[in-house]
C-alpha cells in the first residue's frame, strides 16, 4: 500500500490512507490564505483544490508567481487524491471533530 507523504514546509508525516493525510494537513497545519481571492482555508490538498476550482490557471500563475512545471505538478497531485480518496469521509471526519474546517 501506497504511504502519503504531507509536504507541507517539509513536515515529511506518512500516512497509510490518504484520507489521513488530508485531515491531518487541514487540523495540524495553519490555515493560508489564497493570494488570488483572500479566502483563509486548510493548506495541502483544500488549498490546491481551491486555487484550481475557483481560479483560473493564469490567475494562479501570476499570484503565486507559479511556472507551468508547479502547475502541473498541484494539478496532478489533485487529480491523484481526488482518485484515492473518500472525501465524504474526509469532510464527516473534519465536520465531526470540530464543526468545520
Known amino acids: 500500500m501506497a504511504r502519503w507523504e504531507c509536504a507541507i514546509e517539509g513536515d515529511g508525516r506518512t500516512f ?46 501570476r499570484a503565486y508567481d507559479a511556472t507551468a512545471k508547479e502547475v502541473r505538478q498541484r494539478e496532478n497531485v489533485k487529480d491523484v487524491i481526488e482518485s484515492e480518496a473518500d472525501l465524504r469521509e474526509v469532510i464527516d471526519r473534519l465536520e465531526g471533530g470540530s464543526g468545520s474546517f
Open 16 to 61: 497509510d490512507r490518504v484520507e489521513d493525510l488530508i485531515v491531518h494537513q487541514a487540523t495540524d497545519h495553519e490555515r493560508v490564505e489564497c493570494e488570488v481571492c483572500g479566502t483563509v482555508l486548510p493548506d495541502g490538498y483544500f488549498a490546491i483544490r481551491h486555487a484550481f476550482e475557483e481560479h483560473s490557471r493564469a490567475e494562479y500563475v
